[in-house]
């Protein structure tokens, strides 16, 4: 075998917490591997760019190759480097289920176009679609009206009165363990930046933070809880903050010595305000950010303390769960959490 390849199977293989030999033979056809094994393999070999190469899909029934499904992944052009990601996951999955997935990009402020009959994608007018994955965050109306519709699966963000099912990640273990780290570093007043009511993931990973205080037998105060409006919540890139970064310096000043932010993009921001105001981090202070650090392009600063998720997994579970959901539309409504792992980059000290 060469060199590179297997090299590229290692990486899958440690990635995924399977074997080498799993990798090999899911990527050749073989039999005996779990149908969701084999999926993950498939959307993150095609991620790295060596499934395409090498990657055999076992046998499609001719029922299937006459009549194959086809699903819509709806996305809000804001994010798409995020966007690749999941694509990659949601397409190497459907290629182990003969799935045809058509994309569709609307801006934030157009996102109705698609319910009306002028400017939604044709192959929703037409029936062609069979079920919808829904990327990033839809208004709750759209949202419902899209699930009145087709079967559909939303990533990460979620619509809890509705019948969308979620692939969300396991933000309660992944706060978790990023207040744990900062426990251990010594921190025992630690706030929380860019909660945003409006959202759901950030309403979780606040709900997670809560627990952790409560957990950890530290003070919740509200002072230490710095808000965000929706606008900023969805940001894909870091934003100018110097209203609510003032919050935080504010509250810095009241020996908050560590923040656990909402996300990436809030973590990048707030790191931007507080170096401008001459802070060293994390000698002064320490910030964690949560999901896309590991991929995340931080303009040549150390890599923040997080916790990462592969994009590509759920991706792979939106494509498996969506079939589901499709095949039977009357089960209760799912949510499918991904779990994120600790990652300890530069931005917080060594535990004590």
């Avoid at 149908?35 to 190469?53: D, F, N, V």
């Avoid at 979780?204 to 933070?209: E, H, K």
Wanted: aromatic share 6%; charged share 20%.
């Amino acid at each position: 075998m060469p060199r590179r390849e297997r090299t590229n199977l290692t990486t899958i293989a440690e990635r995924l917490g399977v074997s080498i030999s799993t990798v090999s033979r899911a990527l050749r056809g073989m039999e005996g591997i779990h149908p969701e094994t084999r999926s993950r393999i498939i959307a993150l070999s095609h991620q790295m760019g060596y499934a395409s190469k090498s990657a055999v899909v076992g046998p499609v029934s001719s029922e299937l190759e006459r009549d194959p499904r086809h699903i819509l992944a709806l996305s809000q052009n804001t994010a798409p480097h995020i966007d690749q990601r999941f694509m990659a996951g949601i397409s190497g999955a459907a290629v182990s289920f003969n799935i045809a997935v058509l994309t569709h990009l609307v801006a934030h402020d157009q996102c109705d176009s698609v319910l009306e009959a002028r400017t939604a994608p044709t192959s929703f007018r037409t029936g062609l679609v069979k079920g919808l994955i829904l990327l990033h965050r839809w208004p709750n109306a759209v949202a419902r009206q899209l699930c009145e519709k087709l079967p559909a699966v939303s990533i990460v963000h979620d619509y809890p009165n509705t019948q969308i099912d979620l692939i969300g990640i396991d933000e309660r273990r992944g706060i978790s363990e990023l207040m744990e780290h900062l426990y251990a570093a010594g921190h025992r007043r630690i706030g929380f930046f860019g909660l945003c009511p409006e959202v759901t993931w950030s309403c979780g990973r606040f709900a997670a933070y809560v627990e952790s205080l409560t957990r950890l037998d530290l003070a919740y105060d509200p002072a230490n809880v710095v808000r965000i409006d929706l606008k900023a919540a969805l940001e894909a890139d870091p934003f100018p903050m110097p209203e609510t970064g003032n919050q935080v310096l504010d509250r810095i000043r009241h020996q908050v010595d560590a923040w656990v932010c909402a996300s990436s993009t809030t973590a990048e921001a707030l790191r931007m305000h507080l170096l401008a105001a001459g802070l060293r981090i994390p000698a002064d202070v320490a910030l964690t950010s949560f999901h896309g650090n590991s991929r995340y392009a931080s303009n040549g600063l150390p890599p923040f303390t997080t916790t990462d998720v592969v994009d590509e997994e759920l991706g792979a579970a939106a494509i498996r769960r969506l079939i589901s959901r499709i095949d039977s539309p009357n089960e209760s409504r799912r949510a499918i959490l991904v779990p994120a792992r600790l990652m300890v980059g530069k931005t917080t000290r060594p535990a004590v």
